[in-house]
């Protein structure tokens, strides 16, 4: 079975292209449950939520580059004690190296939990991302990927954190979306890095194809640049 696919786009939006996959594994019941950051009504700022129907998830946005709480630990109080059925969360890199942090210490089991990662682009501080989404958080997020795929930069800049993250790539998920060095209008690449994760990519009707390669190379190309800019800091602080 093939280990990379094809997750088509309608018009360059990412966001309804991962919602759409994430609809169909709760459509064909290869998970009963999905945790994902989603709008909320009359809310700016998206928060982790436990989805059990398809359409609920009209208001999921992963990719929203806010980051109100570490949803680790939302993972881990539901993955505690058996659920009896598999289960979905879609988080970013720095929350899954925190949830796997909280297994190794009991808090949490991997047995049901399907973990889905993505590139991370980063998230602005908490109130400099309610500057930058002002009245519409959804176009928001289509404005942030549209500047930050193409390098630009931002005024207030990103939160420090992640801009010296040199991980935008987790090392460990089941399932991995592909954003950097897509076209613009796609397809995404989505890496099927364990049984559990081909399972649900089958059950959604995925069809394989070969990664392109310069998806790879704008991975390291980022985290390169992280790299840097987390050097820097480093040196700056023992300047000081």
């Known amino acids: 079975m093939a280990s990379t696919f094809r997750l088509d786009m309608d018009n360059g939006d990412r966001v309804a292209a991962i919602r759409g996959f994430l609809q169909q594994l709760l459509t064909k019941q290869a998970v009963a449950a999905v945790l994902v950051a989603q ?81 991370c682009l980063g998230a602005f501080q908490n109130k400099d991302f309610l500057r930058f989404a002002g009245a519409d958080p959804v176009v928001a997020t289509a404005e942030f990927l549209k500047r930050a795929l193409a390098g630009e930069r931002f005024d207030p800049d990103l939160a420090p954190a992640c801009r010296a993250c040199e991980f935008p790539v987790p090392p460990h998920s089941d ?4 954003l950097l060095g897509a076209d613009e209008n ?38 390169a640049q992280r790299a840097a800019y987390r050097d820097e800091m480093f040196g700056r602080t023992e300047a000081a």
């Open 39 to 119: 709008h909320l009504p009359g809310k700016s700022m998206v928060m982790p939520t436990l989805v059990t129907a398809a359409e609920r998830l009209d208001g999921a946005d992963p990719l929203a580059p806010c980051f109100p709480i570490n949803a680790a630990r939302i993972a881990s109080r539901l993955a505690r004690k058996p659920m009896g059925a598999r289960w979905a969360a879609v988080l970013r890199p720095c929350e899954i190296r925190a949830f796997l942090e909280l297994v190794k210490l009991k808090q949490g089991r991997t047995e049901e939990v399907v973990l889905i990662s993505f590139d």
């Open 175 to 178: 399932i991995h979306i592909g």
């Open 186 to 223: 796609g397809p995404l690449t989505v890496e099927g890095r364990s049984p559990a994760g081909r399972e649900l990519i089958a059950a959604a009707g995925l069809a394989g194809f070969d990664a392109p390669a310069h998806w790879k190379s704008a991975v390291n190309a980022l985290a």
